[in-house]
């Protein structure tokens, strides 16, 4: 009897207190008794999460946030969208204002080790880049004293810095808090180009006045491998975010999709698929979650190719071929760690 009334009278002091109190609770009880997950986001960039004609966020990071939440609580509506700027993002997530960043977020070794924060695991594979006017110029080395429009906290103005230092040739970086300030900038002519991931450059290009009136450098400056942030010395949320992320791959890997989830549940002998999908409990069970957490994310969102191509596809006016985010099976980086 007594055990019952601690446990509602922390789920309510959770309810009351919010994320921030939370945190020394451990995220995953805290977001169970809150009943929604709180996730960090972008402040629009289309492909990872901007929001429709109607103000729904649509991209990939939403996706992502929205399958976790159903993982959770198989519930694709309880999550709630905290829009960050890159400069708050990382001072949010440790401030308790968010549960986790599903935010076009670069892995790097001194933003893991230095900031308080862990990341997860990678889910998109980038490169820093850099957009200019159609028939300017053909290669970055040739924008000797450009105006080089930046985002203020991301990895792109170091990488920007890095190689123009490395071909000793100046450049005037001019520094803005969101991307879309920045195209804007771009667009009236302030700066002669705009660096940074070039999965954001195709999807800052798929909104512009005139697209073709802009051209992404085929070069590639950096490594920018997106990982989902969580705070650190939360051994249990980072089991559930890292294979919750991966359960999305293997399900690709494995050819359970949206449509044929429920069928493969039913019929596969695969005992990998029935792992998968909660034929048998022990996947569940170690994350303390329903043991048909990975089946049910895969029915409401789809699996790692699908949550892909719903944002970058071919039916979308970004249209971003694969590449290193295709399956390692099909020459791409992406590979689940096995999940058994
Ligand atoms: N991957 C880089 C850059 C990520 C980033 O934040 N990019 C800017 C655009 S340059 C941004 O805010 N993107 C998301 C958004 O605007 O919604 C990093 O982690 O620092």
């Not at 694709?76 to 829009?83: C, D, L, M, S």
């Not at 048909?292 to 969102?301: E, G, P």
Request: aromatic share 10%; net charge neutral.
């Amino acid at each position: 009897m007594l055990t019952r009334g601690i446990i509602a009278a922390a789920a309510f002091a959770c309810a009351l207190l919010g994320p921030a109190t939370a945190r020394a609770q451990q995220t995953l009880e805290a977001i169970k008794a809150r009943g929604q997950l709180v996730c960090g986001i972008g402040t629009g960039v289309a492909g990872f999460g901007l929001p429709d004609s109607r103000g729904v966020w649509q991209g990939m990071d939403i996706d992502l946030c929205r399958g976790l939440a159903v993982a959770i609580f198989n519930d694709v509506n309880k999550v709630r969208f905290v829009p960050l700027s890159s400069s708050t993002r990382f001072t949010a997530l440790g401030a308790g204002e968010v549960d986790v960043l599903f935010r076009t977020s670069t892995q790097t070794m001194l933003r893991d080790v230095t900031l308080g924060l862990r990341h997860v695991v990678t889910y998109f594979y980038d490169g820093h880049g850099f957009i200019v006017r159609a028939n300017s110029v053909q290669k970055v080395a040739e924008m000797r004293d450009a105006t080089i429009c930046l985002v203020q906290g991301t990895t792109n103005e170091q990488v920007t810095a890095d190689y123009f230092r490395s071909i000793n040739t100046p450049f005037r970086p001019l520094l803005f808090e969101r991307t879309d300030q920045a195209t804007a900038a771009l667009q009236a002519g302030r700066c002669d180009s705009f660096g940074t991931d070039a999965s954001q450059l195709a999807g800052v290009r798929s909104t512009m006045a005139k697209p073709a009136d802009w051209t992404i450098l085929p070069e590639r400056f950096s490594k920018e491998p997106y990982g989902a942030y969580i705070r650190r010395d939360d051994q249990q949320w980072f089991d559930v975010v890292r294979w919750y992320t991966t359960a999305l791959i293997e399900a690709e890997e494995q050819g359970v999709t949206q449509a044929n989830a429920e069928e493969m549940r039913r019929t596969s002998p695969n005992p990998n698929t029935r792992r998968l999908l909660g034929v048998t409990p022990e996947l569940g069970e170690a994350l303390k979650l329903d043991r048909s957490w990975a089946y049910n994310a895969v029915r409401a969102l789809g699996n790692y190719g699908e949550l892909y191509d719903r944002s970058f596809g071919p039916e979308t006016n970004i249209d971003l071929p694969r590449g290193p985010n295709r399956l390692w099976t099909q020459g791409g980086l992406v590979y689940a760690l096995p999940m058994r």
